[in-house]
């Protein structure tokens, strides 16, 4: 069994890529001619050194690419890749623990189509220290999921090109959902990536960076949505068009999206999620009452245990407002 470690470089030095790739040679128990690692630039002019790509034990593939953002970028690499297995990585980020790969092949010995595992993320405290959450269930982001190069293949599971922001959900809940083998799917409750901390990322930095890219979050679902639909899947079409229509309505009671000074971020998106509601509200009409239920308890608890203890406005009196303003 071979396992391909696909990783977009953009404007990552050396110095940056570095980390991932040391904790790539540190790991144990594993024959290094089964890694296949692929880093394809996205067209810019931020090159790696040869140096550093001809300093480790494995074979590292480095392709130069037109510019044409992280989901083309990825796809590059997975179509590059030869291995069995394949597992998405970004340049900033690194192995958890050495013997991180040993736990993967153990589960590529087993077999599976998708694995999601849980994962380490860094994060900073107000006061500047650094501290780490475990990430559990998770389907938004692509760290720690690993899959069948050839289950990608077969159910046409691609990367989708238009969308650059919040676009690993939209692969991830492909992978996860259309695996014809009941037991294809699996899920590994030891980590073995880490998500780090870097001051330059923009979406653990920047305040409001959700109010500013919801709309792109609507993007993904509405694509993921649409997928489903066309893949003749509607009891999924369903949930995440669901999903999706009640977490905007959590979303737009949080105290950041009621506060007047946000009031552009907010405008814009209800403006976005109003197409988005026509598109699918015949999907979400339907959707079983006890189906709705479980979306709803499931947005409670999270959005609760985020801060917000009471909505400012009722569902039905938001989508009405929605509806009329933005005919």
């Not at 694995?115 to 006061?127: A, G, I």
């Not at 979050?217 to 649409?226: E, H, I, Q, R």
């Not at 403006?271 to 699918?280: G, I, L, M, P, V």
């Not at 947005?299 to 009196?317: A, Q, S, Y």
């Amino acid at each position: 069994m071979t396992l391909g470690i696909l990783i977009p470089q953009y404007k990552e030095t050396d110095e940056i890529v570095k980390p991932l790739l040391d904790s790539i040679a540190l790991q144990q128990l594993v024959d290094f001619r089964n890694v296949e690692v692929i880093v394809v630039n996205d067209g810019s002019d931020t090159f790696l050194s040869d140096k550093l790509i001809n300093s480790y034990p494995f074979k590292i593939t480095y392709f130069k690419n037109e510019h044409k953002g992280v989901s083309a970028t990825r796809q590059k690499a997975l179509d590059l890749c030869k291995s069995d297995y394949v597992m998405f990585c970004d340049a900033d980020d690194m192995f958890f623990a050495v013997h991180g790969l040993w736990l993967i092949f153990k589960e590529m010995q087993i077999g599976f189509d998708s694995l999601t595992s849980v994962f380490y993320e860094e994060t900073k405290m107000p006061n500047e220290e650094h501290g780490y959450i475990l990430r559990e269930q998770d389907s938004t982001f692509v760290h720690g999921k690993v899959h069948r190069r050839r289950y990608l293949i077969e159910q046409d599971i691609k990367w989708n090109e238009n969308l650059t922001i919040h676009e690993d959900s939209y692969f991830n809940i492909l992978c996860q959902k259309c695996s014809p083998n009941p037991n294809g799917v699996k899920y590994c409750p030891y980590p073995f990536y880490l998500w780090k901390w870097r001051d330059e990322s923009v979406c653990r930095n920047d305040f409001k960076y959700i109010l500013k890219t919801y709309n792109n979050m609507l993007d993904s679902n509405t694509a993921l949505v649409k997928q489903f639909i066309k893949r003749a899947k509607p009891q999924e079409a369903q949930f995440y068009a669901t999903s999706m229509i009640y977490d905007a309505y959590f979303t737009m009671n949080k105290d950041e999206w009621v506060n007047q000074d946000n009031k552009e971020y907010r405008d814009a998106t209800e403006k976005r999620f109003a197409e988005y509601y026509k598109t699918f509200k015949l999907l979400f009409q339907e959707c079983p009452q006890q189906i709705r239920y479980m979306i709803l308890q499931g947005l409670k608890n999270r959005f609760f245990g985020e801060g917000m203890f009471l909505e400012k406005i009722t569902f039905d009196d938001w989508i009405k407002h929605v509806e009329e303003t933005y005919k």
